[in-house]
């Protein structure tokens, strides 16, 4: 903690579980490794096989956890394995009913998972600092993407960025969309796809704020690499249950941001190809991933 901030870890599983400044809490949830997102019309092959590694919904098991006072500064580091809580199969995306059932088979270490090693360092100013490197492990699956993901209270839909834009864009298809300083809200990136997916991606963002209308709220940041991101309305099942764009409701009390070290080009599989081997990302190499977020 520090003058008018303090951050907090959850010490079962290591996870960065809270952010509150001038006394308010600003994280509905934790900041949780993110390894699937709703599959495009191109894509609902890809997605099945993540279910299938239990890549939807996901636990941590803490291997170790060290804290240290640096005196103008506090740095933890973690070592967490993260894993699939249940395999799952997906039918009926894309048709009129999508229903996700519990597979019988129990995931373990063959399957898709991860070890996430982090290094977070705390300023005196509310700066806070995440250096990570995530290891697939088990099967080396083709991945929608991977990141992390984080739920802000509903008032902190306004979002400015600088990034490519103002349209959303993908690995394969950004290059319409110049670098620049953009400003839209969580609802307005939400596109009322006829099958309801993933959408309101940005490639190669330096910075994303999310505010409230009084313009309080956090700033993130790329230390090195640019991120890919997104702030919706709604979260990844949401998108993954809703036929139709009329089945999500009018109103959420949350703001998913989303920030992304890879995330998959979405080719033309639907009536074509696939996208370039480029574009495809796969748990087979180290995925490092650095920012900073702090109060504004």
């Not at 008032?155 to 969309?177: I, L, Q, T």
């Not at 991120?227 to 949350?254: C, G, M, Q, R």
Request: hydrophobic share 35%; net charge neutral; with cysteine.
């Amino acid at each position: 903690s520090g003058k008018d901030f303090s951050v907090q870890f959850d010490a079962a599983t290591g996870e960065l579980a809270q952010f509150t400044v001038n006394g308010k809490p600003l994280f509905k949830t934790p900041m949780a490794v993110n390894a699937l997102r709703a599959a495009s019309s191109n894509e609902p092959g890809v997605m099945a096989k993540s279910m299938a590694n239990g890549l939807r919904e996901l636990k941590l098991e803490l291997l170790s956890y060290e804290a240290i006072d640096n005196g103008n500064s506090v740095t933890v580091k973690q070592s967490i394995k993260v894993s699939g809580k249940q395999a799952e199969n997906i039918s009926g995306y894309g048709d009129t009913k999508t229903t996700i059932t519990a597979r019988k088979q129990p995931l373990n270490d063959t399957n898709t998972h991860f070890i996430n090693n982090l290094e977070w360092t705390i300023y005196a100013d509310g700066t806070v600092v995440c250096q990570s490197v995530l290891l697939p492990r088990g099967n080396p699956l083709e991945l929608l993407r991977l990141g992390y993901e984080l739920q802000l209270p509903a008032n902190m839909d306004n979002v400015a960025y600088y990034g490519r834009g103002p349209e959303e864009n993908y690995a394969d298809r950004k290059s319409g969309m110049p670098l620049g300083v953009y400003k839209t809200t969580a609802w307005d990136s939400f596109f009322p796809y006829g099958r309801p997916q993933d959408c309101g991606n940005h490639e190669d963002t330096r910075w994303v704020a999310v505010t409230d209308d009084k313009g309080n709220g956090l700033l993130f940041g790329s230390v090195g690499a640019p991120f890919a991101f997104s702030a919706l309305p709604y979260t990844t099942t949401d998108l993954i249950l809703a036929n139709h764009p009329v089945e999500l409701p009018k109103t959420t009390d949350k703001t998913v941001l989303v920030l992304s070290s890879a995330t998959r080009g979405l080719g033309g599989a639907s009536c074509g190809p696939g996208p370039m081997g480029r574009d495809i990302i796969k748990a087979n190499k180290p995925y490092p991933m650095s920012f900073f977020m702090r109060p504004i």
